[in-house]
């Protein structure tokens, strides 16, 4: 049963890669410049300790540049519910922040910090503090006027509020941002780590793109995605858990 469900929800993505083998089968795209999932994915099983070796390396900094962004976002979020004028003076620097391109800023930040862990880490929370400030601040301000005013007659501290009332309210919209963030950090400390460093998937990328090794070239983009899917599921299972009481 479960096996059919699965094919039924994956059968468009089973139908591309059935079509893809066949044209590189047929010779109908040479192999040298699209190399065949099958070949992919014995690149894969060939190069999966040295995918892990490096892997480590782009995962431990997109985690510290998600935790900094994590931190950030909540004291920023919390600011400027509060105060008007801090969301008028940091609001259009957040949408600013945006509208840079990943891949401008990155060439400056290694100019900057060096070809260590720094100018990754620093990317990756410039990536991810966007969408989870905004996914805070509209779950803030999604609680209901009668709510507030409960908590007002009954003397709630801002802490309080914030605790029992605002936080709370907040997380639908907060773990929404979070996923989105999570697959925008892993993709900004890949982009950080093809200009510049000595480990990472993207240090691992521009030496087999050097090589035209495209079957390892796939396959390291194969598994970043699996990764990305992997902290999204990841990112799911922690939200059932912190609200479960709304899948009671």
């Not at 940091?90 to 100018?119: F, K």
């Not at 007002?152 to 936080?167: F, G």
Request: glycine fraction near 6%; charge should be positive.
């Amino acid at each position: 049963m479960i096996p059919l469900k699965l094919f039924k929800r994956y059968i468009l993505v089973i139908l591309i890669l059935l079509i893809w083998q066949g044209c590189v089968y047929f010779g109908l795209v040479p192999e040298f410049l699209l190399p065949s999932p099958l070949q992919i994915g014995q690149a894969f099983i060939d190069d999966f300790g040295l995918l892990m070796q490096h892997a480590k390396y782009t995962l431990a900094t997109a985690f510290i540049g998600t935790a900094i962004g994590l931190l950030l976002s909540f004291v920023l979020s919390i600011s400027m519910d509060l105060s008007k004028t801090v969301k008028d003076l940091v609001y259009p620097i957040i949408l600013l922040n945006q509208t840079i391109p990943t891949i401008a800023i990155a060439p400056l930040l290694i100019i900057w910090l060096g070809y260590g862990i720094t100018p990754k880490v620093v990317l990756v929370v410039l990536s991810v503090f966007f969408p989870i400030t905004i996914a805070l601040i509209d779950g803030y301000q999604s609680v209901s006027r009668e709510h507030l005013n409960l908590f007002k007659s009954m003397q709630a501290s801002r802490y309080q509020t914030y605790r029992h009332l605002k936080i709370p309210a907040s997380m639908p919209s907060f773990f929404i941002g979070l996923k989105v963030a999570l697959s925008y950090a892993l993709i900004s400390a890949v982009i950080a780590e093809w200009l510049g460093g000595y480990y990472g998937l993207g240090v691992y990328m521009t030496r087999v793109r050097k090589s035209y090794d495209l079957d390892s070239m796939f396959a390291v983009i194969f598994f970043i995605s699996v990764l990305t899917l992997l902290l999204i599921g990841l990112v799911k299972w922690i939200q059932r858990w912190v609200m479960r009481y709304e899948y009671v």
